[in-house]
């Protein structure tokens, strides 16, 4: 019996050791499997014009004060959001990634407005990221019909489609922002998905004086941007230090040994903002740590890391957990492995802790940035 009970237990180690290993060679193959949509395309119609009048179609902003998730911090953080709003604070736009993950049967090219569980997540994404800016001034968040997560894995058509109606709930969002704020400075940040939608508000907008003139700092974190064949395009430089301003910011985090192949790889076939290849050019890599144009810094002077590992204790901060180094391959590495929740992607990929892992030296570094644009 005993000898019994050990070749069950000895197989299913070997079944656990063989799942680890067909997902560390065959990880993206099998999520793009399961991830992708597998429905045609539907378009949606647009939204009502006035939509974005409504409160309610926006996870944060400044007159709601009750549950509104982008005015959280952590313990002991002591220069929190202040309801006053004073001519140092700037408006803070922020698009929030992707929270709408389904897999087979259940998915949808855009999520629905009614998906409470996609709502849920993306709540969570804005007080674990967006928080990070409202030491500088009064956060945005929009609620909108993102492009499911399976539309980053394929190069099908439904997938620009679904991103396409995605961006255009976001371009609304926006428009119904800068009425609501017609004057003073602009801080513009977003993560992976919605990072993709204000690189394109940018493209889009990048000749208009009005608007750019108006940006103190722009955070498109988790998406590649070519030095070369992109940023010319955006209207704005990449930030070369943390005391500049009008200029915008990006990373992507990986933990060594980093394998950044599949974003790479992705990143040289899409099309650039100028037309050039992507091949060849380099991904801007800020250090977040130290604001700079890529450069290291060690893990002693990072400011303040989230932990939310346990559900039933509040997210801590703590300082010096990881360095930052923006490697040769145009990623941010981050050192070894930590452990920072379930959410590890393939190849040491710590794309969803991008704000995460650095939440303190975003909120130092918008502090700075916000400072400097408004000593023009």
Known sequence: MARKFLYVVTGLVVLV????????????????????????????APLPANAYDDPKMWIARPDIAKDNPALWTPEGVKDGHSPEKAPEKAAVFFIHPTSYITTLGDAHWNMRLDDQES????????????????????????RYRQANYGAFLTDKPAAEQSLAAAYRDVAQAFAAFLKANP????????HSQGSHHLLRLLRERATDKGLTDRIAAVYAVGWPISVEADLPALGLPACARRDQAHCIVSWQSYAEPADPSAVIESFERK??????????THMLCTNPITGAFNGAAPA??????????????????????????CDTSGVLMIGQPVDMGPFTLPGNNYHVY?????????????????SAFLKK
């Open 17 to 44: 050791i063989a799942a680890l290993l067909a997902y560390r060679l065959w990880g993206m193959q099998i999520i793009r499997a399961v991830m992708v949509p597998r429905e045609a395309f539907v378009a949606i």
């Open 183 to 190: 004057q003073g400075p602009l801080i513009l940040a977003a």
């Open 271 to 280: 099309p650039s903002f100028t037309g050039k290849p992507h091949k060849g």
């Open 300 to 325: 002693s002077a990072n400011r303040g890391t989230l932990d939310a590992r346990d559900a039933d204790k509040p997210t801590r901060l703590v300082p010096g957990i990881v360095p930052a180094r």
């Open 354 to 370: 991008d704000y995460a892992l650095f939440w303190a030296d975003v909120r130092e570094d918008a502090k700075q940035r916000l």
């Open 119 to 142: 709502l849920a997540t993306a709540r969570r994404f804005v007080k674990n990221q967006a928080s990070a800016f409202n030491a500088a001034g009064s956060i945005w968040a929009p």
